[in-house]
């Protein structure tokens, strides 16, 4: 038995004693899981009511009956349990009727037919341990969410039966919830449709012009017209990318960041967007903590909250922000949904403007309400940052009096290990690697982002290596081609990016990873989506910050 890591995410092996169950157990020793080797029925079911992150079968019994009690078992999960099963496929391979069969009664399965290699039953078990650990975060909320439910019925039973009982309080309740959802959805799609028909018609009226012009010979004054349709797609991508961030859904690259530097190194940035007449104050009273967050992120948010500062002085005022080191106890985080007790840098950002009545106050955070006319903005600017705050485990709060002003408060994460370097964000892009002698391996499914891509690392002077999929990536990854970065899409049909990932450090241990993506539910740090020497980009990006980010991550010569 190899005791490596919680008894919920071990890796429990059927097998019969003897040489193959050893070798399976040495593979997952080696890729650092925690396994155990059971030989009879009644010691596996024993072992999974203790616990277990997958289960491997190993050698299928002769006779099919004798998996009946495993069934049993499986059948019986709670709701939000779905073990994942590997079956091992005997040599002699098994027929279309017994995967079927396999299929319907283990659910969660997946069959590796043989010959299978360590790198191929290492990555499944891990990703499969991945997925179960989002199983046990499931169970955890719905926890809560029984416990909540446990709390409003007996506050329903307390109240006058007279009135009226507590079925029909909690159908009312439900009625009233469903047609407060059903606004904000329809309020949410409206606010989206019209804002990206905004956009795409400068999108598509700027190429439609473009190719009139050029029809006609005509090829003054075209760059006009790619400003207009390069301006509308980046609002586009910004009005996504501030969807997601409210969904808390949104990729994020959360590292380590020294706030005294990134607040000196702020300055400027922000004074360039503040109006002439705003006077800027920035201060800390001590040597703050290091914060684990996506600084660009954290940037953007900081923007937005100068732009709704200018429109709330347009005679001028003061936008100061200041930052402390606080510790949240318990009574503190109690009121803060998914908040937890602990070490936080605080930013207090604040301006002395006509401030918000307390009608407005009170809806700040939601999607698409805004006072501002229409075409002056979208709505999503708070909640955004209310979504980036809450997915890095960090909370916001505002507090705002008309005549008096407006504070913004932002608790960032403290960095639990100190950094072993500072990586304080620098304004100032990184220095060019040289890219002679460097090899990329691009593996990006769609063929437009695929072939940009590829021109513009060949254009640096990198030599790229470009698959559309896992499957014919891992041929160049497992051949003696040196490769210096991997740069994958997460969403790749077949095998994912974050799956290729795990089978790519298999063969090459050290191999440095840069993910790019649209979107991906599970792509944040804090889910352990990212493992050290894995960095990620959302999509859509420049050509100049995939430049600058691949720079950042070769090794400098």
């Not at 073990?83 to 590796?112: D, H, Y």
């Amino acid at each position: 038995m190899i005791a490596c890591g919680p008894i919920e995410e071990r890796a429990l092996v059927f097998a019969p004693p003897g040489p193959d169950s050893a070798v399976h157990l040495q593979w997952l020793e080696a890729a650092g899981e925690s396994s155990h080797c059971v030989t009879g029925m009644e010691p596996l079911l024993h072992e999974l009511r203790i616990g277990a992150g997958v289960l491997v079968i190993a050698v299928m019994p002769a006779q099919a009956s004798l998996l009946d009690p495993l069934l049993t078992f499986l059948n019986q999960q709670p709701p939000w349990s779905d073990l994942p099963v590997i079956v091992l496929a005997p040599q002699q391979g098994l027929s279309p009727s017994q995967v079927q069969a396999l299929s319907e009664q283990l659910g969660n399965l997946t069959i590796i037919e043989a010959p299978w290699s360590r790198t191929t039953f290492s990555s499944l078990v891990q990703n499969a341990v991945r997925a179960r650990r989002r199983q046990y975060a499931s169970r955890d909320c719905s926890m809560v969410l029984t416990e909540h439910q446990n709390q409003l019925n007996n506050m329903l039973q307390a109240i006058d039966k007279k009135e009226s009982t507590p079925l029909d309080l909690t159908q009312r309740q439900d009625e009233n919830l469903l047609h407060t959802h059903l606004e904000a959805v329809g309020q949410l799609a409206g606010g989206i449709a019209h804002d990206f028909n905004n956009m795409l018609a400068g999108i598509i009226g700027s190429l439609e012009l473009l190719r009139r012009r050029l029809a006609r010979g005509k090829t003054d004054d075209l760059d006009k017209l790619i400003d207009l349709g390069i301006t509308s797609a980046n609002r586009a991508a910004g009005l996504t990318h501030r969807l997601l961030a409210f969904a808390r859904n949104q990729p994020l690259d959360s590292k380590p960041v020294a706030m005294n530097d990134w607040l000196q190194g702020m300055r400027v940035p922000l004074q360039n967007h503040l109006a002439d007449n705003i006077e800027l104050c920035l201060g800390s009273t001590e040597c703050l903590w290091t914060a684990e967050i996506d600084p660009l992120q954290l940037e953007n948010a900081l923007l937005h909250l100068v732009s709704n500062a200018c429109d709330a002085m347009p005679h001028g005022g003061q936008f100061t922000i200041t930052a402390s080191n606080q510790h949240l106890d318990p009574a503190f985080c109690e009121s803060r949904a998914h908040l937890t007790p602990g070490d936080y840098v605080v930013l207090n950002v604040s301006d002395n403007g006509h401030g918000m009545p307390q009608n407005v106050l009170k809806h700040a955070f939601d999607p698409f309400f805004t006072t501002k006319g229409i075409g002056q903005g979208t709505g999503l600017g708070l909640s955004m940052i209310y979504g980036f705050c809450k997915q890095s485990r960090g909370h916001v709060s505002i507090e705002s009096q008309e005549s008096l002003g407006t504070t913004v408060m932002l608790y960032l994460p403290r960095l639990k290990t100190a950094p072993q370097h500072s990586e304080a964000d620098s304004t100032l892009p990184a220095p060019p690697a040289l890219g002679a002698e460097k090899t990329v391996l691009l593996v990006e499914d769609d063929a437009a982002v695929r072939e940009v891509v590829t021109q513009v690392l060949c254009d640096q002077g990198f030599k790229v290596f470009s698959a559309m999929d896992a499957d014919s990536a891992l041929p160049v990854i497992e051949s003696a081609q040196p490769i210096d970065l991997m740069i994958s899409d997460v969403g790749l049909p077949g095998i994912s990016g974050r799956q290729l990932a795990d089978m790519s450090r298999q063969v090459r241990p050290d191999l440095t990873i840069l993910f790019i993506t649209g979107y991906a539910r599970q792509a944040t740090v804090h889910s352990g989506f990212l493992a050290p020497g894995m960095h990620l980009l959302s999509k859509p990006f420049t050509l100049e910050r995939l430049t600058a980010k691949v720079n950042e991550m070769l090794p400098r010569q």
